[in-house]
RNA sequence: CGGGGCGUAGCGCAGCCUGGUUAGCGCGCCUGCCUUGGGAGCAGGAGGUCGUAGGUUCGAAUCCUACCGCCCCGACCA
């Protein structure tokens, strides 16, 4: 492809209107155009990164045993009332009424699609596993999109649906997309790690995601330093403690004044003690009721985790004004005992003795508290926050919290949606039984968005080589030399009968802004056809992850080159091939 | 949806507070000369419903009102 016929409109400044270097850098490079809020123009360099993820994604499902369709973007209301998600998914959902009347939406995901079909298609036993997938553009309708394609309302999703007959093939049908998706971020060059993750809207019992690992991202993972163990900080289990030896007599509960005090540490301070002798107690609206929420005084409720221990489907923190409303309860001098609320408690907590926490009564805490004697919580349970100075779950290892950006996630459905949408197949015995499912996402959109984060500096996108849109860019430095042209021209030719794909720079442009351009999009490799080959009869050939640099006469450059590139992809094979 | 900000040439911005010639600047674009190894230089040029609608005024990019769009923070989220 010549440079001079393509369309890549980079920019020497930085739109404005980007934050993250992923949005900068697609943006400068002529990838992306915005058309308006969270939907982007995918130019031509944006499209081949875009593709060249979909084929590894594409290959990597069909080789998994899954089948390749295409669904419809625009789905009928009928199917999401019976999965009840009509009412449940929320404002992201676009919705709208065609010239019929008819309610409709725009799919942003499709369990209602694809479990209507396999209700009608798949009849018997016989006929499953099943696991079909399609690569298409998604909408939904996002609160605030952000981080171009990072987080837009308009992406491009892998999303795949598996059809078992039992519990136990649905998890082999999950573990062969566990493997499946390492493999296909392995092959993107990727640095990426599975985790346990929450299992959010979609629901089911059992889920993974896949996040790529970089600061710039949305979620805050933590990662055992010794074992494999990685989970989602909103997910990852704080391994329980053991109770603590009591040393003589608990203490007698004791009311004290503590005027003006309301955080944790002024009454610490006051009172000459440590946060962690403290019983916090936050107030959340669980479905809208007031829940007390538990934790040692130095420690942090993750709302994820309460969530789940409560069955709720939505909680969120009470602020001031709330907690008062409903409660009638002073904050800043809330806690445990005789609160007439639901509590959860921390499994840490009811370790604990000789406590500190307020006295629900303004200007008072209590001292001496001891949980199980002055209080018994509804539930206790995992509730907080992970730190790093936590052991490992698994392991007892040293852990360590990272940023991730999450690329992928893999359900484990159960029956939820083929009970609810009657979708079942005959088995052996001529029952009808509902199929368990699976689903299983890949944000192929995001995915180049994470490999820029990932894989940048100052002078722009570094591509791993299996996602750039061309492998190897030809710079003519002489455009106004038939010698130098003819050079760079053949050098194209012959780079692209070794079977590279190979970008032309035939621009009359100077050769500072070739090299500017080279760098800013991002291709792996440069070659540079100029004074060193009208001098010497060589070409320089530089990689642009690292800047080596090396120069080599031009009848030996295409093989060279096709050498350096076929053994960097040798790298990016999936595990066990 | 709450809070904040911005809409002036393809992009980045100044001008607005304190209304008054022909609305500027940088980058980009076009023509010519010159130049050619890290976004050159000189000369000439094209390009604007100043987001939209209404209002105030002799006169509005500038003041007022409404609407639209976009960005940032928050809640939310595969």
Same mark, same amino acid.
Request: hydrophobic share 40%; proline share 5%; aromatic share 8%.
């Given at each position: 492809?010549?440079?001079?016929?393509?369309?890549?409109?980079?920019?020497?400044?930085?739109?404005?209107?980007?934050?993250?270097?992923?949005?900068?850098?697609?943006?400068?490079?002529?990838?992306?155009?915005?058309?308006?809020?969270?939907?982007?123009?995918?130019?031509?360099?944006?499209?081949?990164?875009?593709?060249?993820?979909?084929?590894?994604?594409?290959?990597?499902?069909?080789?998994?045993?899954?089948?390749?369709?295409?669904?419809?973007?625009?789905?009928?209301?009928?199917?999401?009332?019976?999965?009840?998600?009509?009412?449940?998914?929320?404002?992201?959902?676009?919705?709208?009424?065609?010239?019929?009347?008819?309610?409709?939406?725009?799919?942003?995901?499709?369990?209602?699609?694809?479990?209507?079909?396999?209700?009608?298609?798949?009849?018997?036993?016989?006929?499953?596993?099943?696991?079909?997938?399609?690569?298409?553009?998604?909408?939904?309708?996002?609160?605030?999109?952000?981080?171009?394609?990072?987080?837009?309302?308009? @992406?491009?999703?892998?999303?795949? $649906?598996?059809? %078992?007959?039992?519990?136990? &093939? *649905?998890?082999?049908?999950? /573990? !062969?997309?566990?493997?499946?998706?390492?493999?296909?971020?392995?092959?993107?060059?990727?640095?990426?790690?599975?985790?346990?993750?929450?299992?959010?809207?979609?629901?089911?019992?059992?889920?993974?995601?896949?996040?790529?690992?970089?600061?710039?991202?949305?979620?805050?993972?933590?990662?055992?330093?010794?074992?494999?163990?990685?989970?989602?900080?909103?997910?990852?289990?704080?391994?329980?403690?053991?109770?603590?030896?009591?040393?003589?007599?608990?203490?007698?509960?004791?009311?004290?004044?503590?005027?003006?005090?309301?955080?944790?540490?002024?009454?610490?301070?006051?009172?000459?003690?440590?946060?962690?002798? @403290?019983?916090?107690?936050?107030? $959340?609206?669980? %479905?809208?009721?007031?829940? &007390? *929420?538990?934790?040692?005084? /130095? !420690?942090?409720?993750?709302?994820?985790?309460?969530?789940?221990?409560?069955?709720?489907?939505?909680?969120?923190?009470?602020?001031?004004?709330?907690?008062?409303?409903?409660?009638?309860?002073?904050?800043?001098?809330?806690?445990?005992?005789?609160?007439?609320?639901?509590?959860?408690?921390?499994?840490?907590?009811?370790?604990?003795?000789?406590?500190?926490?307020?006295?629900?009564?303004?200007?008072?805490?209590?001292?001496?508290?001891?949980?199980?004697?002055?209080?018994?919580?509804?539930?206790?349970?995992?509730?907080?926050?992970?730190?790093?100075?936590?052991?490992?779950?698994?392991?007892?290892?040293?852990?360590?919290?990272?940023?991730?950006?999450?690329?992928?996630?893999?359900?484990?459905?159960?029956? *939820?949606?083929?009970?609810?949408?009657?979708?079942?197949?005959?088995?052996?015995?001529?029952?009808?039984?509902?199929?368990?499912?699976?689903?299983?996402?890949?944000?192929?959109?995001?995915?180049?968005?994470?490999?820029?984060?990932?894989?940048?500096?100052?002078?722009?996108?570094?591509?791993?080589?299996?996602?750039?849109?061309?492998?190897?860019?030809?710079?003519?430095?002489?455009?106004?030399?038939?010698?130098?042209?003819?050079?760079?021209?053949?050098?194209?030719?012959?780079?692209?009968?070794?079977?590279?794909?190979?970008?032309?720079?035939?621009?009359?442009?100077?050769?500072?802004?070739?090299?500017?351009?080279?760098?800013?999009?991002?291709?792996?490799?440069?070659?540079?056809?100029?004074?060193?080959?009208?001098?010497?009869?060589?070409?320089?050939?530089?990689?642009?992850?690292?800047?080596?640099?090396?120069?080599?006469?031009?009848?030996?450059?295409?093989?060279?080159?096709?050498?350096?590139?076929?053994?960097?992809?040798?790298?990016?094979?999936?595990?066990?091939?």
């Amino acid at each position: 492809m010549r440079y001079s016929q393509m369309l890549i409109p980079t920019t020497k400044e930085t739109p404005s209107e980007a934050e993250v270097v992923s949005h900068q850098l697609l943006l400068r490079g002529g990838f992306i155009r915005k058309l308006t809020s969270g939907v982007y123009i995918y130019l031509p360099l944006g499209l081949a990164a875009i593709q060249k993820v979909a084929q590894i994604v594409r290959e990597e499902m069909n080789r998994a045993g899954a089948l390749e369709l295409l669904m419809p973007m625009v789905q009928p209301a009928d199917l999401w009332k019976e999965s009840g998600r009509w009412q449940k998914y929320g404002p992201e959902l676009l919705r709208f009424i065609d010239r019929h009347s008819r309610e409709s939406c725009l799919g942003p995901t499709h369990e209602e699609v694809i479990t209507d079909l396999a209700r009608r298609e798949l009849q018997s036993y016989r006929q499953l596993p099943k696991n079909l997938y399609q690569i298409q553009t998604k909408f939904r309708d996002e609160i605030r999109p952000r981080f171009g394609l990072m987080r837009g309302r308009e @992406f491009v999703m892998k999303d795949a $649906y598996s059809f %078992d007959e039992s519990d136990e &093939a *649905a998890g082999k049908s999950y /573990d !062969r997309m566990f493997e499946a998706y390492h493999r296909i971020f392995r092959r993107c060059g990727l640095q990426f790690r599975a985790v346990e993750a929450d299992t959010g809207t979609i629901g089911g019992s059992f889920s993974h995601e896949f996040m790529v690992l970089a600061s710039t991202g949305e979620d805050t993972l933590v990662i055992c330093e010794q074992c494999s163990y990685a989970a989602n900080v909103e997910k990852a289990r704080v391994a329980p403690v053991e109770t603590q030896e009591r040393a003589g007599e608990p203490q007698a509960l004791c009311r004290v004044e503590t005027p003006g005090m309301k955080k944790v540490e002024s009454v610490a301070a006051f009172l000459k003690a440590s946060p962690s002798q @403290f019983i916090k107690t936050m107030i $959340y609206l669980a %479905d809208g009721e007031p829940v &007390a *929420a538990l934790v040692r005084g /130095d !420690r942090e409720v993750q709302p994820v985790k309460l969530k789940n221990l409560l069955g709720a489907t939505d909680v969120e923190l009470a602020d001031d004004e709330t907690v008062f409303k409903k409660t009638g309860l002073p904050v800043g001098y809330l806690g445990p005992v005789g609160l007439p609320l639901r509590v959860v408690a921390d499994h840490e907590v009811m370790a604990m003795r000789d406590c500190i926490a307020g006295a629900n009564q303004k200007q008072y805490h209590l001292t001496g508290v001891q949980p199980g004697r002055d209080f018994t919580p509804a539930i206790s349970g995992d509730l907080r926050q992970i730190t790093a100075e936590d052991r490992c779950p698994s392991c007892g290892g040293s852990l360590r919290l990272t940023e991730g950006i999450e690329v992928g996630h893999i359900f484990k459905l159960g029956t *939820a949606y083929s009970e609810a949408m009657n979708a079942t197949f005959q088995d052996r015995d001529g029952q009808a039984r509902p199929f368990v499912m699976g689903c299983y996402g890949i944000g192929v959109s995001r995915v180049v968005a994470a490999a820029i984060e990932q894989n940048h500096d100052g002078n722009g996108i570094i591509f791993p080589l299996p996602l750039a849109p061309f492998q190897v860019i030809v710079l003519n430095l002489g455009v106004n030399s038939e010698a130098v042209t003819g050079a760079a021209e053949r050098l194209a030719l012959d780079l692209r009968q070794l079977g590279l794909e190979v970008l032309l720079d035939d621009r009359d442009e100077r050769p500072g802004s070739k090299f500017k351009d080279a760098d800013l999009i991002g291709i792996p490799y440069r070659v540079m056809v100029g004074k060193t080959f009208e001098k010497e009869g060589k070409v320089e050939l530089r990689r642009r992850r690292d800047g080596h640099t090396e120069t080599v006469p031009i009848d030996q450059a295409a093989g060279v080159i096709a050498s350096l590139v076929r053994a960097e992809f040798a790298m990016f094979v999936a595990p066990e091939e």
